[in-house]
């Protein structure tokens, strides 16, 4: 998917903590802004409470580096009773000579679910006691 018919979801500079031994940013830390910018996809659709319920293929096609800036772009897929199906790309602005560079693309999908778990069709108003953390 192309990242202009996308939502600009949210931006990271990396950082030395974010690299692995090999000196690249950690994969985990990029499925982590992915799972991130899904959930504030899925917000746009009701104020519930959203779990991750899968991680589609998630191939990485070009390293990360610190200082890289990650830009994540995020697109509605697709949409159930209580889902929603999320595109998500990675794109990455190097630190030096700012080369924009596609790093990966993913779809997850989210589900709206109450205070025990129980999906909900997203639709509804949600139950503000659902949100209270206690």
Do not use: C
């Amino acid at each position: 998917m192309n990242p202009s018919d996308q939502a600009l979801t949210l931006r990271h500079v990396t950082h030395p903590e974010d690299a692995n031994h090999q000196g690249t940013i950690f994969g985990g830390k990029i499925l982590s802004l992915i799972d991130e910018a899904a959930y504030l996809e899925a917000r746009k659709h009701g104020l519930h409470r959203w779990v991750t319920i899968l991680f589609d293929r998630v191939e990485f096609k070009a390293p990360v580096f610190t200082g890289d800036v990650l830009t994540v772009f995020t697109k509605t897929a697709a949409t159930g009773r209580s889902s929603v199906t999320v595109s998500v790309d990675v794109e990455a602005e190097r630190y030096r000579g700012g080369e924009k560079v596609m790093v990966t693309h993913a779809t997850v999908k989210m589900v709206a679910v109450d205070k025990d778990g129980h999906s909900v069709d997203f639709r509804t108003k949600p139950d503000i006691s659902d949100h209270l953390h206690t």
